[in-house]
Nanobody
Framework: QVQLVESGGGLVQPGGSLRLACTASGRNFVMFTMGWYRQAPGKQRELVATTTSSGSTNYADSVKGRFTISRDNAENTVYLQMNSLKPEDTAVYYC?????????WGQGTQVTVSS
């Protein structure tokens, strides 16, 4: 069983930055593909970024060049650095850990971009 706890959300002005963190309990963190997803009110949950066990990364077109996903396997933590934030980035951000056998989700952290 893996538990994921997100942190780092909050209120930020347009153009600002936030760094989200997701810490996993359990073993074998390094073997999981880790991802960040988000869900805005009235919309479906969507992929933001992922990083595999080998360190390969993938980003949604809407965040390329602004967001960076990284992982610290020694700390069982994945990060999402978000720069140049826009109002349309407002959403609940969820962390996901995936293996070939199953996936785990965190509870989410709210990010609000507003002046």
């Amino acid at each position: 069983q893996v538990q994921l706890v997100e942190s780092g959300g909050g209120l930020v002005q347009p153009g600002g930055s936030l760094r989200l963190a997701c810490t996993a309990s359990g073993r074998n963190f390094v073997m999981f593909t880790m991802g960040w997803y988000r869900q805005a009110p009235g919309k479906q949950r969507e992929l933001v970024a992922t990083t595999t066990s080998s360190g390969s990364t993938n980003y949604a077109d809407s965040v390329k060049g602004r967001f960076t996903i990284s992982r610290d396997n020694a700390e069982n933590t994945v990060y999402l650095q978000m720069n140049s934030l826009k109002p349309e980035d407002t959403a609940v951000y969820y962390c996901k850990a995936s293996s070939p056998f199953r996936s785990y989700w965190g509870q989410g952290t709210q990010v609000t971009v507003s002046s």
